[in-house]
């Protein structure tokens, strides 16, 4: 039984980061570079229904990062394969917690709808961060006066980016996977 769960949840991260990284190469040209709307990045609130979800979308970012820089789409380049992917996965981490809180004199519901709300705050905050940061460095962002302004247009842009997918397209997911608590079905159920 052991081996059949273990199996079945290599199985789910699987397939979250494969359904990741096709929806980030069919949308290549708006999911790389400086101003990007990475639609993938909706899958990022899984966290909050299961730690499976951190596993899935860290390799899904991974493995389109690294598809990407081969196929010379991603203009950063290989070093997205380590950056955007930490990012990716301390977001993950952060939202899974979130996903664990319960709001004190909150019902079930209303505790499901603030952990909605704040799920995409660390994809948002830690994604316009590091890969600002990473956008900056590699497009030429040198110590100085010019730096600053690089560094907060490209930061700005990726969270833009991140705000408008994880809060139109996240948000709809998630609304998806507590209906009916489908969720439990699909991430936490019990192998048969």
């Known amino acids: 039984m052991e081996r059949n769960t273990r199996v079945r949840k290599m199985v789910q991260i699987a397939l979250i980061g494969a359904l990741y990284t096709a929806l980030t190469m069919a949308l290549a040209p708006v999911s790389f570079g400086a101003v990007q709307f990475r639609i993938s990045e909706a899958l990022t609130l899984l966290p909050l229904f299961s730690p499976i979800g951190i596993w899935g979308i860290t390799f899904g970012c991974f493995l389109s990062n690294l598809l990407g820089f081969l196929l010379g789409s991603n203009p950063i380049?290989?070093?997205?394969?380590?950056?955007?992917?930490?990012?990716?996965?301390?977001?993950?981490?952060?939202?899974?917690?979130?996903?664990?809180?319960?709001?004190?004199?909150?019902?079930?519901?209303?505790?499901?709808?603030?952990?909605?709300?704040?799920?995409?705050?660390?994809?948002?905050l830690l994604n316009g961060l590091?890969?600002?940061?990473?956008?900056?460095?590699?497009?030429?962002?040198?110590?100085?006066?010019?730096?600053?302004?690089?560094?907060?247009?490209?930061a700005g842009s990726v969270a833009l980016g991140e705000l408008v997918v994880c809060y139109t397209l996240g948000l709809l997911l998630c609304g998806v996977l507590y209906r009916n608590d489908l969720y439990k079905k699909i991430l936490l159920s019990p192998v048969a």
């Open 77 to 124: 380049g290989l070093i997205d394969a380590v950056c955007g992917t930490s990012a990716t996965l301390l977001a993950g981490l952060i939202t899974c917690w979130i996903g664990r809180c319960s709001f004190r004199g909150a019902d079930e519901k209303k505790n499901r709808l603030f952990r909605m709300l704040l799920g995409p705050v660390p994809v948002i």
């Open 130 to 154: 590091i890969v600002g940061l990473e956008l900056t460095f590699v497009f030429g962002g040198e110590p100085g006066q010019t730096f600053g302004w690089l560094f907060a247009f490209n």
